[in-house]
Nanobody, 122 residues
Framework: QVQLVESGGGLVQAGGSLRLSCKASGKISSANSMGWARQAPGKQRELVAAITPSGLTKYADSVKGRFTVSNLNAENMLYLQMTSLKPEDTAVYFC????????????????WGEGTQVTVSS
């Protein structure tokens, strides 16, 4: 099992910045990728940023140029630097870790944290 704990959420004014952190622990093997997803009330959960252990990144169009995902492999940490925040960024943000399944080549499991609330006021 992998445990993920997010921190860093809060209330911020539009145009402000926040940095989210995610600490992974437990039975962690080499992750395929790590990322951040968010879910606003009444909306589906969407992946906003992802990174591979080698540093390749991918972003949703809605956050490109404003959010930066990074990781510290040695500490099993994942970060999301959010700038120029907008009210539409308000959501619960989740850390997700995609880990290969032992003994099942080609299969993987997504582990999710409990989430941290980000609220952007206008």
């Amino acid at each position: 099992q992998v445990q993920l704990v997010e921190s860093g959420g809060g209330l911020v004014q539009a145009g402000g910045s926040l940095r989210l952190s995610c600490k992974a622990s437990g039975k962690i093997s080499s992750a395929n990728s790590m990322g951040w997803a968010r879910q606003a009330p009444g909306k589906q959960r969407e992946l906003v940023a992802a990174i591979t252990p080698s540093g390749l990144t991918k972003y949703a169009d809605s956050v490109k140029g404003r959010f930066t995902v990074s990781n510290l492999n040695a500490e099993n940490m994942l970060y999301l630097q959010m700038t120029s925040l907008k009210p539409e960024d308000t959501a619960v943000y989740f850390c997700v870790w995609n880990v290969p399944r032992e003994g099942q080549p080609g299969f993987s499991t997504d582990y999710w944290g409990e989430g941290t609330q980000v609220t952007v006021s206008s």
